[in-house]
């Protein structure tokens, strides 16, 4: 045995949990976890039915952790798991896989699946099996600040535009600030309308926020190649700073993942709860809405859906609030089979899109969310994830489907009458 | 041994063997199950109605919207020989006789004739979904010795007390007796196989429940 392939046994023996070894003992191989899964629907090949992603992991639980298994591989009856093993399950782990959960919600015993292959990850990155698409982003995160090589310079040149096309300042560490706002890099460099967007909402909702110099970036590649060691480094950044300015709520940028990041794993990752809120930007323009705080005028008239982030619908629990948002601004809105909870993932989350070698398989999948845009025919996408929206993009563009796709909140702020800025703008002055 | 001797085997020292590792087995493999523990989930939760263990231990004897038209035999046979099997082995007006003389506890029974009836769908159903499993792609790939093994302990037991009540086959002591033993193996494989999710179905759909609750997410 290799000594990267016994760390990576060792920590798959950690990871396994009471709700593991009840999952692997409840399956029945009734394969419908293949059923919600784009991968199988999209390419009918067997090898990506969800549970069988997990197969090293069950053998490591049943060799280890039950009776009979540990005589059979004493008596030498059982299959070890192997260097090989692993790296071909690499394709089944991360490239087929982007942890959108809908296996975990259709399993009839209850098995959640994606909770099993979030912990998989950490096994298979300790033995050196991550893809490397993910590694580099995640090392560029740990040594630079983040995925895409982004550095503070960068976001204040945006800054700086922004507050030249807006008129509003942008606040850096401001201290005892209401909202700490992150960024994800791909909004730094592919979509700066979204940091205008939050200055314009902010301004009229009359609300203190910052962006700070030490945590500006929101991604956590550490979390999607299953590192928390790495994953642990990048989400303390965003707690020393929000600790150090004194921030109440801290916001996730429109990307999925960074919101389970900081949101769901963040707490468990540095071993304390936080002592701000976290919350989506979604959530956030969903309470503005709530209280009168959010006004804008006229609507989209053109056909507009809404596709979901997995990671902030099924995974994150906001499945209200881009709804009523979306109401607000358009007036021919119309959803996609299947949308809200049981909605398809776009085929690049969990880390997926940063994986070079699964692009073709990405566009194969990305079969389900043409099927589902032919059903409705809308003139634009909406979403509220940029890793999503880079995905779609280039999905739309494989299938010359002339569909472009926008960001929720930069909608939202183009509907707020420029005047309620200014003169919210004067009166604080 | 006899006819005689053979069913008095099974009904006495045979089936206190049996019981006797069933009660066992599933008492280990709970404790080897659950008493790995988890971890405290530090996140603040998020509180929705609906979003529970609870919850979810029930919900998910439903299907989600749209996968009954994706597997249907998944779903219909599934359904058709769970309900069966706990029709016949609950409700059948000998089963009751033997847990009152054991335990006391008696409940009504069914009309045997529907009960008859129950069994042969049951079968029915039975046939049908190890066919889907031996057509359907993805389940013939999952499928391992386990999953025809446990197909096999399940349905003699149906068989051979359908046999054994409609005097067919066999003369009626040797059926019953066969049908007693099939039972048994039955008990003894149920802890150690795939079959043992007749236990933990209620834990691992609590811990998803509970998971993804914690998110306010009603799975």
Not at chain 1, 63 to 68: D, F, G, P, V
Not at chain 1, 98 to 111: A, D
Not at chain 1, 284 to 293: I, W
Request: neutral net charge; contains cysteine; charged residues 20%.
């Amino acid at each position: 045995m290799s000594a990267s392939l016994d760390k990576g046994v060792r920590v798959l023996k950690e990871v396994i949990d009471a709700p593991i070894a009840s999952y692997f003992n409840s399956c029945v191989h009734c394969g419908l976890c293949a059923e919600a899964c784009l991968f199988y629907t999209e390419t009918g090949d067997p090898k990506y039915t969800p549970i069988h992603k997990l197969e090293p992991l069950r053998r490591i639980y049943e060799q280890e952790y039950t009776l009979l298994g540990r005589v059979k591989k004493r008596l030498g009856l059982s299959k070890p798991v192997t260097d090989a093993e692993l790296a071909e399950w690499q394709e089944l782990v991360y490239n087929s896989c982007t942890l959108c959960g809908r296996c975990s919600v259709v399993c009839p015993v209850g098995n959640d699946i994606v909770y099993m292959v979030r912990k998989f990850r950490e096994g298979m990155s300790a033995s050196g099996n991550a893809p490397e698409g993910i590694k580099g982003a995640a090392q560029r995160t740990i040594t630079i600040g983040s995925p895409m090589g982004v550095k503070l310079p960068a976001v204040k040149a945006q800054m700086k535009h922004v507050e030249d096309d807006t008129g509003i300042p942008i606040p850096l560490d401001a201290e005892g600030a209401e909202y700490m706002v992150m960024l994800s890099s791909m909004e730094i460099i592919n979509f700066p309308e979204y940091l205008g967007a939050i200055a314009k909402i902010m301004k009229q909702a009359g609300k203190t926020w910052t962006l700070c110099s030490t945590a500006f970036e929101a991604t956590n590649a550490g979390m999607q190649i299953g590192n928390s060691d790495l994953a642990r480094v990048i989400v303390s950044r965003i707690v020393d700073g929000a600790e150090r300015l004194k921030v109440k709520t801290v916001i996730s940028p429109e990307c999925g993942h960074a919101y389970t990041a900081l949101r769901w794993e963040g707490a468990n990752l540095v071993g304390r709860p936080f002592t701000f809120e976290v919350k989506h930007i979604i959530e956030v323009l969903g309470e503005f809405q709530a209280q009168g705080l959010l006004k804008t005028e006229g609507k989209e008239t053109d056909r507009l859906t809404f596709h979901d982030p997995c990671q902030l619908a099924r995974r994150g629990g906001v499945i209200h609030q881009q709804r009523s948002l979306m109401n607000q601004v358009a007036a021919n809105f119309v959803e996609m089979p299947d949308a809200g909870f049981m909605n398809w993932c776009c085929g690049g989350g969990g880390g997926a899109s940063a994986i070079e070698e699964g692009e073709e398989l990405r566009l194969e999948a990305f079969k389900k969310k043409k099927s589902q845009l032919d059903a409705v025919k809308p003139d634009r996408l909406v979403t509220a994830c940029a890793n999503c929206r880079i995905v779609l993009e280039e999905g739309l563009e494989h299938y010359q489907m002339d569909i472009p796709v926008v960001g929720l909140t930069e909608m939202l702020a183009e509907h707020i009458p420029d005047t309620a800025t200014k003169s919210a703008e004067q009166q604080g002055a | 041994m006899t006819e005689m001797q053979f069913l008095t085997w099974v009904r006495g020292p045979g089936l206190d063997i049996a019981v006797a590792l069933f009660l066992l087995g599933v008492l280990w493999r709970l404790i080897e199950i659950y008493s790995l523990g988890r971890k405290a989930d530090l996140s603040a939760p998020r509180h929705t109605p609906g979003a529970s263990g609870w919850h979810t231990v029930f919900r998910r004897s439903v299907p989600p919207p749209g996968m009954v038209k994706r597997s249907p035999v998944s779903y219909i046979g599934g359904y058709t020989f769970h309900i069966g099997l706990a029709i016949v082995v609950f409700f059948f007006a000998p089963h009751i006789k033997l847990v009152e003389s054991v335990t006391g506890l008696s409940w009504p029974g069914l009309p045997s004739q529907f009960v008859d009836f129950v069994a042969v769908v049951t079968m029915a159903a039975m046939v049908v979904v190890l066919v889907d499993r031996i057509n359907k792609p993805v389940k013939r790939y999952l499928s391992t010795f386990e999953d025809w093994f446990t197909w096999t302990v399940t349905f003699l037991p149906v068989l051979t007390g359908w046999l054994a009540v409609q005097h067919l086959l066999l003369p009626y002591t040797t059926m019953l007796a066969l049908h007693i033993l099939s039972v048994e193996i039955l008990l003894v494989v149920l802890p150690f196989t795939k079959l043992f999710h007749a236990f933990t179905v209620f834990g691992s759909r609590w811990y998803n429940g509970r998971v993804n609750g914690h998110k306010g997410v009603a799975v």
